[in-house]
């Protein structure tokens, strides 16, 4: 037997039992994810379109717990002092929405006028630990 068909014939060997390890790590690895909070956000950027200067606009991230565990947002970041943000520091249960609310204030950035955009980042106990949201839109000059 030649040596190129005695490697065929290893490697077709072989193949089952790689196939049925790479099977059992994805399973493993989903199985793991099932055990943890799971972060879920139904969109994760925003865009308040136009706005003039001094004005402050109001929206709100909605997310839901997919995973099995009590999910706590532990800390929501802004980018800059222009952006606050307000969320509930109690657990939401698995399959339950939660709300992060924005205010973002024009006014607070001085000489800032054109294309905005901020990121939010949220820290949690979830098996995605870190999530970025992003605020943007545009700054016109006010009346």
């Known amino acids: 037997m030649e040596l190129s068909q005695f490697l065929f014939y290893l490697l077709l060997s072989l193949a089952p039992g790689m196939l049925a390890a790479q099977n059992k790590a994805e399973a493993l690895r989903q199985d793991s994810t099932l055990k943890f909070p799971q972060l879920t956000f139904v969109a994760q950027q925003y865009d308040f379109g136009e706005i003039r200067k001094g004005e402050k606009i109001t929206t709100s991230f909605y997310f839901k717990n997919t995973g099995t565990k009590p999910l706590y947002l532990l800390q929501v970041q802004t980018s800059c002092g222009c952006t606050a943000t307000n969320w509930s520091r109690e657990a939401v249960a698995p399959n339950a929405v939660g709300e992060i609310t924005v205010i973002y204030d024009s006014a607070a950035q001085e000489n800032q006028e054109g294309p905005q955009e901020k990121a939010l980042l949220v820290i949690s106990n979830a098996l995605n630990k870190e999530v970025i949201l992003?605020?943007?839109?545009?700054?016109?000059?006010?009346?």
């Not at 992003?134 to 009346?143: H, Q, S, T, V």
Request: proline content about 10%; cysteine-free; glycine content about 10%.
């Open 134 to 143: 992003l605020l943007k839109g545009k700054i016109l000059k006010p009346d």
